[in-house]
């Protein structure tokens, strides 16, 4: 029954996230994460020699204590849940599975950057483009807007939605966790610049290894969406083949090179990040120039492709029941 009742709740977790979304204002775990993420690494770091080695050192403590939180404190909760009622771990794990996910979050996120586009307002893309992607907005024309909406859902596709399903499939909501645990980190101090060099390197390599997986699932799943939507699914095919790996991350150039490719579209290329120009290779072949429609398309492929991997999911943990003898 636990196992059936976990299942229910990954499932009513996605449907609550494409229903409900995260409202500003609401409490969420992650906010939680980097509290605990920025308070251990003000402490750390006014203990430790300013060397590499310490500094690495420092890092994997980190990474191993926020880990550690991160599960142990939902699977607490699960468990007290559980010997309680059935039916009250069946609401808690669906809320839990709900916070992990980011769906609708995403897509109305990049949403609202079109529809200010729609109205001519690139001032205010620019400002709204800039609360989902790192990179600096300032100056950027609408074909750059555009293309740093499309990037940002494309990308996330794998750490919002599908790479958090994956390892909820694998170890219910506390897998979910220790996935947004990783991600997180990585997020806040897995950067290659003199702060963090040294320090992030164990949560960078360690996001690097736990999207490894997902991220090509994604990629695939993604595929199969564009093709159910009619979109150019040959020619994403072929840039992703082509394109997947030519980005300095492992993992970020897959999905990217799939929404290249599907919308006919080049993504990528050079940024400025804190006044700084990062050279980058560009994804897909510039057929056509992007449209505000291209945000929403690569919106519908999000939704589709998170409801293929939910479905993926479900054979998944049917089949492991089957062999587990649970039904």
């Given at each position: 029954?636990?196992?059936?009742?976990?299942?229910?709740?990954?499932?009513?977790?996605?449907?609550?996230?494409?229903?409900?979304?995260?409202?500003?204002?609401?409490?969420?775990?992650?906010?939680?994460?980097?509290?605990?993420?920025?308070?251990?690494?003000?402490?750390?770091?006014?203990?430790?020699?300013?060397?590499?080695?310490?500094?690495?050192?420092?890092?994997?403590?980190?990474?191993?204590?926020?880990?550690?939180?991160?599960?142990?404190?939902?699977?607490?909760?699960?468990?007290?849940?559980?010997?309680?009622?059935?039916?009250?771990?069946?609401?808690?794990?669906?809320?839990?599975?709900?916070?992990?996910?980011?769906?609708?979050?995403?897509?109305?996120?990049?949403?609202?950057v079109k529809e200010v586009l729609?109205?001519?307002?690139?001032?205010?893309?620019?400002?709204?483009?800039?609360?989902?992607?790192?990179?600096?907005?300032?100056?950027?024309?609408?074909?750059?807007?555009?293309?740093?909406?499309?990037?940002?859902?494309?990308?996330?596709?794998?750490?919002?939605?599908?790479?958090?399903?994956?390892?909820?499939?694998?170890?219910?909501?506390?897998?979910?966790?220790?996935?947004?645990?990783?991600?997180?980190?990585?997020?806040?101090?897995?950067?290659?610049?003199?702060?963090?060099?040294?320090?992030?390197?164990?949560?960078?390599?360690?996001?690097?290894?736990?999207?490894?997986?997902?991220?090509?699932?994604?990629?695939?799943?993604?595929?199969?969406?564009?093709?159910?939507?009619?979109?150019?699914?040959?020619?994403?095919?072929?840039?992703?083949?082509?394109?997947?790996?030519?980005?300095?991350?492992?993992?970020?150039?897959?999905?990217?090179?799939?929404?290249?490719?599907?919308?006919?579209?080049?993504?990528?290329?050079?940024?400025?990040?804190?006044?700084?120009?990062?050279?980058?290779?560009?994804l897909g072949d510039r057929l056509?120039?992007?449209?505000?429609?291209?945000?929403?398309?690569?919106?519908?492929?999000?939704?589709?492709?998170?409801?293929?991997?939910?479905?993926?999911?479900?054979?998944?943990?049917?089949?492991?029941?089957?062999?587990?003898?649970?039904?």
């Amino acid at each position: 029954m636990f196992y059936i009742f976990t299942t229910a709740a990954i499932v009513i977790g996605v449907l609550l996230d494409f229903i409900i979304g995260d409202p500003e204002g609401w409490w969420h775990p992650v906010r939680f994460m980097g509290a605990i993420i920025k308070e251990i690494e003000a402490k750390l770091r006014s203990r430790i020699a300013n060397n590499p080695h310490e500094k690495r050192r420092a890092g994997l403590l980190l990474w191993v204590i926020v880990s550690a939180v991160s599960v142990i404190i939902p699977g607490a909760i699960l468990f007290a849940s559980w010997q309680i009622s059935q039916h009250l771990y069946l609401v808690v794990a669906s809320v839990m599975c709900y916070q992990i996910m980011a769906t609708k979050c995403l897509r109305d996120e990049s949403m609202k950057v079109k529809e200010v586009l729609d109205e001519g307002d690139i001032y205010t893309a620019r400002i709204r483009l800039s609360r989902i992607v790192g990179r600096d907005t300032e100056k950027l024309d609408e074909e750059h807007v555009i293309r740093g909406a499309v990037e940002t859902v494309a990308e996330n596709t794998c750490d919002g939605a599908v790479a958090p399903l994956f390892y909820m499939a694998l170890m219910g909501p506390v897998g979910g966790f220790f996935y947004k645990a990783i991600n997180t980190m990585d997020s806040m101090i897995g950067y290659r610049n003199d702060i963090y060099e040294d320090f992030g390197r164990f949560a960078a390599r360690a996001d690097d290894v736990a999207n490894f997986i997902p991220a090509r699932l994604a990629a695939r799943l993604m595929m199969l969406a564009a093709r159910i939507l009619k979109m150019d699914y040959a020619r994403a095919a072929m840039v992703y083949e082509r394109d997947r790996s030519s980005s300095d991350s492992p993992n970020s150039g897959h999905c990217e090179s799939v929404v290249a490719g599907a919308l006919r579209i080049q993504l990528l290329g050079d940024a400025y990040y804190g006044g700084k120009l990062f050279k980058k290779p560009a994804l897909g072949d510039r057929l056509r120039d992007p449209e505000p429609e291209d945000i929403e398309k690569t919106g519908d492929l999000l939704y589709l492709t998170v409801i293929l991997a939910v479905v993926v999911t479900l054979v998944w943990r049917m089949v492991c029941a089957l062999l587990m003898g649970l039904i």
